[in-house]
Nanobody, 115 residues
Framework: QVQLVESGGGLVQPGGSLRLSCAAS????????MGWYRRAPGKQRALVAR???????DYADSVKGRFTISRDNAKNTVYLQMNSLKPEDMAVYFC?????????WGQGTQVTVSS
């Protein structure tokens, strides 16, 4: 059974930082492309960042220079370091795992940016 379990969300003030984690099980993690998406209130789910099995990365323009995605294949975990958070970053953040015809999603973790 495939599981993606996100953690690390919460309430942070503008300008603050959070690190999200996504622990994967039931997949050969090192072969999967991993990603983070978010769904802000009233908006569709959108890509935030992704990291492929070769550690190549891709970011949404809105988070470039502020967010960093990384992975630890030994721990089957992908991370999203979020710095300089803005109110518009507030959303539910979802972890994804993709490989060929397979695509899995986590349940999401809430990030609230507010003073």
């Amino acid at each position: 059974q495939v599981q993606l379990v996100e953690s690390g969300g919460g309430l942070v003030q503008p300008g603050g930082s959070l690190r999200l984690s996504c622990a994967a099980s039931g997949i050969m993690f090192s072969t999967y492309d991993m990603g983070w998406y978010r769904r802000a209130p009233g908006k569709q789910r959108a890509l935030v960042a992704r990291i492929n099995f070769g550690h190549g990365t891709d970011y949404a323009d809105s988070v470039k220079g502020r967010f960093t995605i990384s992975r630890d294949n030994a721990k089957n975990t992908v991370y999203l370091q979020m710095n300089s958070l803005k109110p518009e970053d507030m959303a539910v953040y979802f972890c994804t795992a993709a490989h060929m015809f397979y695509n899995y999603w986590g349940q999401g973790t809430q990030v609230t940016v507010s003073s």
